[in-house]
């Protein structure tokens, strides 16, 4: 069966310091990836998918950049957080088509 | 993109009290679903369902995607129902998802 690991579950980073969050999805092959992130407001916002290896698309302009150095490996990183980089990160994997998303457990970061 | 919307947004309830969640659609979508996120913030996926009716326990989902809605029932609602509801979808050749804000919903023993 597929599962999918995200983590570290909870992180505190100072500003201006790096973030690396690494997501990885387990019994599939070729998994459309997403990271998603929710601010305080309940809203989900997409902030980058990938369809393959090194293929990335940014839906927002920010201070946040992913990578997909492996099939089944996705890693959201920035160089230097910002306060309102804080919020809770959801990785997510569906395969190819109209199929159902599922996530992992999330990443809940606060910057200060 | 499409829009979703959700309503509505906050609802509380008594334990075995039932419920009707409902999302509307901008646009015709062809991958509707549904979640559930837990107040540990785990994001649950409880139905995909484009058109139709599904059941899963106390939980139903009705889309009706020619007039762009879907709907989830809860019946006998317990106190482990609490948290938050999402409906998302995404139209035909795109692969982002987009949720409502959501449906919190209160289930109070």
């Known amino acids: 069966s597929q599962t999918i690991h995200q983590w570290p579950a909870t992180l505190v980073q100072p500003v201006g310091s790096p973030l690396s969050l690494e997501c990885t999805v387990e019994g599939t092959s070729n998994p459309n990836l997403y990271w998603y992130r929710q601010a305080a407001g309940r809203g989900l916002q997409l902030l980058f998918y990938?369809?393959?290896?090194?293929?990335i698309s940014s839906e927002v302009p920010q201070n946040l950049s992913a990578s997909r150095p492996q099939d089944r490996q996705f890693i959201l990183s920035s160089k230097k957080l910002l306060l309102s980089d804080s919020g809770f990160y959801l990785c997510?994997?569906?395969?190819?088509?109209?199929?159902?998303?599922?996530f992992g457990s999330g990443t809940r970061l606060t910057v200060v | 993109g499409i829009q979703v919307e959700q309503s509505p947004p906050d609802l509380i309830l008594q334990e075995g009290a039932n419920s009707t969640l409902r999302c509307n659609f901008s646009d015709s979508v062809n991958n509707l679903q549904w979640f559930h996120q837990n107040p540990w913030g785990q994001l649950i996926n409880l139905f995909y369902i484009p058109s139709g009716t599904k059941q899963n326990g106390r939980l139903s989902a009705t889309t009706v995607a020619t007039e762009r809605y879907s709907l989830l029932y809860i019946s006998s609602s317990q106190t482990t129902d609490s948290g938050v509801y999402f409906c998302?979808?995404?139209?035909?050749?795109?692969?982002?998802?987009?949720f409502g804000k959501g449906t919190k919903l209160t289930v109070n023993p």
């Open positions: 990938s369809v393959g290896i090194g293929q």
């Open positions: 997510a994997w569906s395969a190819y088509g109209p199929y159902g998303y599922t």
């Open positions: 998302a979808g995404l139209k035909g050749g795109s692969e982002k998802l987009v």
